[in-house]
């Protein structure tokens, strides 16, 4: 391995505090070898500064190694734009996305692509347990020439919210079926059907445990079978999903 007689750092230095240079000097010492895994921990190292290795040039310089690091600040998201997310909040969409103001962007564009794209199959996912299950999400970088900081739009397509639709149920010996069914339709104060959401699903099969509990079935659990991958009929624009209810033995008290 080539000896290092010395380096040098070229390009736009952001902070002059945390002077790169400065930073690399433990791990590029003058006198000792330089090996590739010098060259990938310092790499590593510019990134914790937020700084993009440019080109790393190695030269023959007398018994060694002269090499010239190239640094640019990495891309910053500055801010994050949200549209067409009524009636859900913007901080709902926001807080689900791995990207926040300051975080890396990759300037790569296929890290990129790969980046905003899995970003957006979480959105999807979770605009599937929404009742959204036609959602298509578009996020784009917007970066001008030159600059190091980049704006996210994030378009929300949702397409049409789904209803509950078809309910099945097995095991509710001590209840009827529709007192049951009740309890899971996802009814506006109670008479107009509203948009499925799966939480509120979670919510309703607990509120019929609940309701178990209170006729001595303590034990009692009630599951579903819901899967946002094949739940939704496209066709009718339903969700069905079976329960199944396990009463286990009944405990007088």
Same mark, same amino acid.
């Given at each position: 391995?080539?000896v290092?007689?010395?380096?040098?750092?070229?390009?736009?230095?952001?902070?002059?505090?945390?002077?790169?240079?400065?930073?690399?000097?433990?791990?590029?010492?003058?006198?000792?070898?330089?090996?590739?895994?010098?060259a990938?921990?310092?790499?590593? =190292?510019?990134?914790?500064?937020?700084? *993009? =290795?440019?080109?790393?040039?190695?030269?023959?310089?007398?018994?060694?190694?002269?090499?010239?690091?190239?640094?640019?600040?990495?891309?910053r998201?500055?801010?994050?734009?949200?549209?067409?997310?009524?009636?859900?909040?913007?901080?709902?969409?926001?807080?689900?996305?791995?990207?926040?103001?300051?975080?890396?962007?990759?300037?790569?564009?296929?890290?990129?692509?790969?980046?905003l794209?899995?970003?957006?199959?979480? =959105?999807?996912?979770f605009?599937? *347990?929404?009742?959204f299950?036609?959602?298509?999400?578009?996020?784009?970088?917007?970066?001008?020439?030159?600059?190091?900081?980049?704006?996210?739009?994030?378009?929300?397509?949702?397409?049409?919210?789904?209803?509950?639709?078809?309910?099945t149920?097995?095991?509710?010996?001590?209840?009827?079926?529709?007192?049951v069914?009740?309890?899971?339709?996802?009814?506006?104060?109670?008479?107009?059907?509203?948009?499925?959401?799966?939480?509120?699903?979670?919510?309703? =099969?607990?509120?019929?445990e609940?309701?178990?509990?209170?006729?001595?079935?303590?034990?009692?659990?009630?599951?579903?079978?819901?899967?946002? *991958?094949?739940?939704?009929?496209?066709?009718?624009?339903?969700v069905?999903?079976?329960?199944?209810? *396990?009463?286990?033995?009944?405990?007088?008290?």
């Amino acid at each position: 391995e080539p000896v290092l007689v010395g380096y040098s750092v070229e390009g736009t230095i952001v902070d002059p505090i945390l002077e790169p240079r400065a930073v690399l000097a433990p791990i590029m010492v003058v006198g000792q070898p330089f090996s590739e895994r010098v060259a990938a921990f310092a790499r590593k =190292l510019l990134e914790t500064l937020q700084y *993009r =290795l440019v080109s790393m040039d190695i030269r023959q310089s007398g018994p060694g190694v002269w090499v010239t690091l190239r640094i640019r600040p990495a891309t910053r998201v500055r801010h994050i734009a949200v549209e067409g997310n009524w009636p859900i909040f913007e901080q709902e969409i926001l807080r689900r996305l791995s990207l926040r103001p300051g975080s890396l962007l990759p300037d790569e564009d296929f890290e990129r692509r790969r980046v905003l794209e899995e970003d957006q199959e979480r =959105l999807v996912d979770f605009l599937h *347990r929404q009742g959204f299950f036609q959602a298509r999400i578009d996020i784009t970088a917007e970066q001008r020439e030159g600059e190091t900081e980049a704006n996210l739009i994030v378009s929300l397509h949702k397409g049409p919210d789904y209803q509950v639709g078809k309910i099945t149920v097995d095991g509710n010996a001590a209840l009827e079926n529709e007192e049951v069914l009740r309890h899971l339709r996802q009814r506006w104060l109670g008479l107009f059907a509203d948009r499925f959401s799966q939480a509120r699903l979670e919510d309703d =099969l607990r509120e019929v445990e609940t309701l178990y509990q209170t006729k001595g079935f303590y034990r009692a659990r009630v599951t579903s079978n819901f899967d946002p *991958r094949t739940s939704a009929d496209l066709a009718s624009q339903t969700v069905r999903f079976h329960v199944h209810v *396990r009463e286990q033995k009944r405990i007088d008290v």
